[in-house]
């Protein structure tokens, strides 16, 4: 098969901005960047408005490891990130995901114990499950043999409200350094609802800065084919 010299377009682009989540991250990415290029073809009287550039936002956001632990965030600001998870695309629209919006310190302290990562202080910690009796199975999948979209959907969900939260100002960084199985027990989650991730929520603190590898980008040449 021959391959094309790749013409870098909008979607690729904001691919490139994506975190290290997985695929269904890029995708996401690529979805809004591409619903954002839409929406300027509009005409002026449907009155559609854009806050920011979608890649600006993907640009200006990095994972955040100095939270202020004083200042709270404000529950309508949370209440908007956790719209954006409802409103999320997810397999055959099977909306496994499971949310649990950890904000006392019992809870903050018991997901803390079940995790060998910080969560760098946040005031607010969100554990993103996903519920093995609504994902979606490919059942014709021959690589990965009973492939289920868990993983995925909550990657997706993931990724819509860490970009729902900086456009409100508000950072965030995605953990997976944990032990699913603990955070089930602390927790007392049934045997069918499986830690995916946590997203820690908050303000930044005057020590705040990215980390100097969030600069470090791979060239579009590097991570794209076209076939």
């Known amino acids: 098969m021959t391959k094309k010299n790749y013409s870098p377009v909008m979607s690729a682009k ?50 955040e490891r100095f939270f ?28 496994p995901q499971r949310l649990y919006v950890l904000k006392s310190k019992e809870a903050l302290q018991k997901a803390q114990s079940a995790s060998f990562s910080s969560l760098y202080g946040a005031p607010v910690v969100i554990l993103l499950c996903y519920d093995l009796d609504s994902v979606w199975h490919n059942q014709h999948e021959t690589l990965l043999p009973d492939y289920n979209s868990g993983e995925q959907d909550c990657g997706i969900v993931a990724t819509q409200m860490m970009y729902a939260a900086e456009e409100q100002g508000v950072h965030t960084i995605w953990i997976r350094g944990f032990d699913a199985g603990a955070l089930q027990r602390v927790f007392e989650l049934p045997a069918n609802m499986i830690p995916a991730m946590m997203l820690s929520i908050g303000y930044p603190s005057a020590n705040s800065a990215p980390s100097p590898k969030h600069f470090e980008r791979k060239a579009l040449e590097e991570i794209v084919t076209e076939l």
């Not at 632990?69 to 099977?94: G, H």
């Open 68 to 95: 202020d632990s004083t200042k709270m965030v404000e529950q309508e600001k949370i209440d908007r990130i956790l719209e954006a998870a409802r409103l999320s695309p997810t397999a055959a629209n099977k909306q």
């Open 14 to 63: 904001a691919a490139r901005r994506c975190g290290l989540f997985g695929i269904s991250l890029l995708a996401v990415v690529m979805m809004s960047a591409c619903n954002s290029k839409s929406d300027e073809s509009q005409s002026d009287n449907q009155q559609i408005t854009t806050k920011m550039d979608f890649l600006e936002l993907t640009r200006q956001r990095y994972s």
